[in-house]
Every structure is written in structure tokens, then in C-alpha cells.
């Protein structure tokens, strides 16, 4: 198993400003998942982050809007940049284990952009 | 495209009584079904979970009914408490690629 902390758990913050969610896992892991998480819809993956290469981004997401650090095999941070009220999401982290089936997550953070 | 299709939306039942949410995918690559239950303020936990050449699994109150034929898997929660009160999400993955989740349901177990 892998217990995941990531902080903050919320935020409120302004139209263009950035913020970064930090992700901490208490065991070495490959790679590590950033999702979005929008009311009433699905989690969404926006990128996989492996340790010492550039995040893997999926279709609608770039790199410049939501830049990924990989320092180590237990961190990785996220940052929300140049951020509109549409930002406004709950974004997870989450680590696979398991023989590469199960799915971990963090506990989410909270976005509100007013 | 959504790979899983995931139905309730939200679901009302009353204690005791028994929770279906049904979900159903297209890629018969996937290989792996797990089911994940979310309370607020919280990320998602694996609940259960199944690979196609089972039907059934069952862990305690928690059951997964897979139909590989119709390419359709149901999540039934017997007894239903309201600690079962959560969001639910289906999921499908194909080993070593990224999971695909339904959009989820809400599960609300009326005392």
C-alpha cells in the first residue's frame, strides 16, 4: 500500500495568480498521477510525472498552464498557473502499486479561483 | 470519448436495503475492474475489485457481478448502511496504462 499527503487541502485564490499542491508518498514510487477531479464528472488525468523526465501530458493539458516537478521518488508538486474560475477543481495525486493495478490518492485539494 | 460509462448518477436507498450501480466499457483490452468509494474530503479508496475471467467477487457486503460478453460490470452493496453514504467510481485499466473512471455516483443510504 502507500499512504499519499498532499497539501493544501484547500484554497482560495485570485484570477492569475498560480498555486502549487504538493505531493508526498511514504514509499518509492515509479511514477506519480496528477487528476482533476469537477463536480458531478469524472476524474480526469492531466499528467504522469516520472522521477528525473519531463511529465507525460495528457490531451487538453500543457505543459505551461499546469508545469510538474519530480525531484525524487517520494515528491512531486503541481502547479495550478495563471489560474481562471474554471481552474476551480479538486486535483488529486495518486501513485500505483500493487503489480501496477491499484491506485492510490491523496486526500485532494480543493481549488476555488474567484 | 469516455472509455467507462458509469450509471446511476446518484442513487437513494433505504437502509438495508440493496445499492446496484452499473458501468459499462468499450476496449476489450482492459483487464482489470476496480471499484472506488470516495467520502467528501477525501480521495478515492480502492473497494473492490475483479479481472474478466472471474463472473463474481464478493467481499464481505460488497459484490462485483462482471459480464465479459456484454462488456458490463455492477457493483451491489447488500444491507446498504448509511456509512455506505459515499461517491462510487467504476474504473477499467489495461495493465501498465493509465485508468479510465466513470463519472461516478453519488450513494446516499437513508437511516
Known amino acids: 500500500s502507500a499512504v499519499i499527503s498532499q497539501k493544501p487541502s484547500r484554497d482560495i485564490c485570485q484570477r492569475g495568480t498560480s498555486l502549487t499542491i504538493q505531493c508526498q508518498v511514504d514509499s518509492q514510487v515509479t511514477m506519480m498521477f496528477w487528476y482533476r477531479q469537477q463536480p458531478g464528472q469524472s476524474l480526469t488525468l492531466i499528467a504522469t510525472?516520472?522521477?528525473?523526465?519531463?511529465?507525460?501530458?495528457e490531451s487538453g493539458f500543457v505543459i505551461d498552464k499546469f508545469p510538474i516537478s519530480r525531484p525524487n521518488l517520494t515528491f512531486s508538486t503541481l502547479t495550478v498557473s495563471n489560474m481562471s474560475p474554471e481552474d476551480s477543481s479538486i486535483y488529486l495525486c495518486s501513485v500505483k502499486t500493487g503489480g501496477n493495478t491499484e491506485a492510490f490518492f491523496g486526500q485532494g485539494t480543493r481549488l476555488t479561483v474567484v | 470519448q469516455q472509455q467507462v460509462k458509469q450509471s446511476p448518477q446518484s442513487l437513494i436507498v433505504q437502509k438495508g436495503g440493496i445499492s446496484i450501480i452499473n458501468c459499462a466499457y468499450e476496449n476489450t483490452a482492459f483487464d482489470y475492474f476496480p471499484w472506488y468509494q470516495q467520502f467528501p474530503g477525501k480521495g478515492p479508496a480502492l473497494l473492490i475489485a475483479?479481472?474478466?475471467?472471474?463472473s463474481e467477487k464478493k467481499e464481505g457486503r460488497f459484490t462485483i457481478s462482471f459480464n465479459k460478453s456484454a462488456k458490463q460490470f455492477s457493483l451491489h452493496i447488500m444491507d446498504s448502511q448509511p456509512g455506505d453514504s459515499a461517491t462510487y467510481f467504476c474504473a477499467a485499466l489495461y495493465t501498465g496504462n493509465q485508468f479510465y473512471f466513470g463519472t461516478g455516483t453519488s450513494l446516499t443510504v437513508i437511516p
Open positions: 510525472a516520472n522521477q528525473g523526465s519531463e511529465a507525460t501530458y
Open positions: 475483479i479481472r474478466p475471467d472471474v
